[in-house]
């Protein structure tokens, strides 16, 4: 027999998609342009030459006729605004003038796609001073020849320090009459990236309040006998039907019970579909992205709607790490210092519990905080959910366990977004080998871990903007265990 769905009801939001100003992206151009000459100068370099960049190329499955939903590379987007795919931008690094550079589109496109746009409409779209087609690119680039030497390009090649991977440079027929720089212009946009404008600020809180209003809608429809998934598709529907958010800016986590220790659940080998029973916790990692800037929130809760004492313990030591980081945070304060505070924390309350026995300052030293926490505290945000610019050339990334899983360990500074999302999981495969090595066995009380082995893990992620002062948390969704267990018996968010 096929099992009985549950029905929800799902409430209205009164929220709505703001107007997107692409000037936004106008003021990312001339932050960097500003930023570039500056380092030319700086350098005795001359002021000469292109920024051209290449943007993203839409993907079909495999080898089908399936066109994948394009979502622009973020460099461009940052830059440019740009939707479409198949373009690319230029910007001059004299006048300050930007160009848009776009495909010829077949007339077979106005059948199948839609009506073919003039220039026109993407130079009043994109706020560009002019826009021309791709074929005719050398030659638009070529006009700032002065005598004999070769026009310059400053094209964009550098690594992500977090997936390992390197920014394609722009490639077009002809580029071998340009001379090329592929080191100065990568540092210096993902510098610019870091510091946020208030029109950015203004889109990432849009996306924080859209999405909280998600996860709230999910907690207070959240019954025992659910499967994952349909958690997931609840928060989907609420960001898109009253966002307008068509993208997350990661895939959902939406774990319950075990499944909350796997610190990437999700993904299509393991795509959010076990049924979850009374006395779970579900662990529930989702963010919607609005016009490319995106929100990363966690909310972790029994699904049943009331905290056992094994669970407030956990829950607790996770709150509290989130809460003191969170007031201590302001520009100046770096951020393997937090990473280390909230370990302090959790394993202060861990023994507080007596699942540790011992002194936290020896724990520190053994790295005992990462057997619970192994992820780093948190990390930059923006276009991308792990924005770039976390390990500029000066900052050197830790080897000590735990904080080499950091994603920056840079001083926070005024105007930056980053996330605070400390953790504690029971994970076997690190607190098995931990309880038998016999520099760290002594710490853990072996009776008392074993019970909470199965438990899964908790983790609790907002994300803050630093100010001149401090820091704002741009997330709003319940967070004490009170809140949470009034919210999922139905009252109001925010209460009151
Ligand atoms: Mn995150």
Redesign the pocket.
Known sequence: MAEQAIAVSMATSRLSPPQVEMVLHVTNRSKLVKFLRRQLIDSGRPLRGFVLLQGGEEQMRHCTDHCQLFRQESYFSYLFGVREPGFYGAIDVVTGDSFLFIPKLPEEYAVWLGKIKPLSYFKETYLVEKVFYIDQMVEVLHAQKQQSEKVLLFLLHGLNTDSGNYSKPAEFKGIDKFEKDLNTLHPIVTECRVVKTNMELSLIQFANDISSEAHVEVMRNTRIGMKEYQLESMFLHHTYMYGGCRNCS?TCICATGDNSAILHYGHAAAPNDRTFEDGDMALL?M?AEFHFYGS?I?CSFPVNGKFTADQSLVYGAVLDAHNVVISSMRPGVSWVDMHKLAERVILESLRNGFLLFGDVDEMMLERLGAMFMPHGL??L?GID??DPGGYPKDVERPKEFGLKSLRTARKLEEGMVI?V?PGCYFIDALLVPAMENPRTSRFFNHELINKFRGFGGVRI?SDLHITSEGCMNMTNVPREISEIEAVMAGAPWPIN
């Open positions: 990661y990692d963010g990363d966690t948190g990390h945000l959910t792990h996330t999302e992620e």
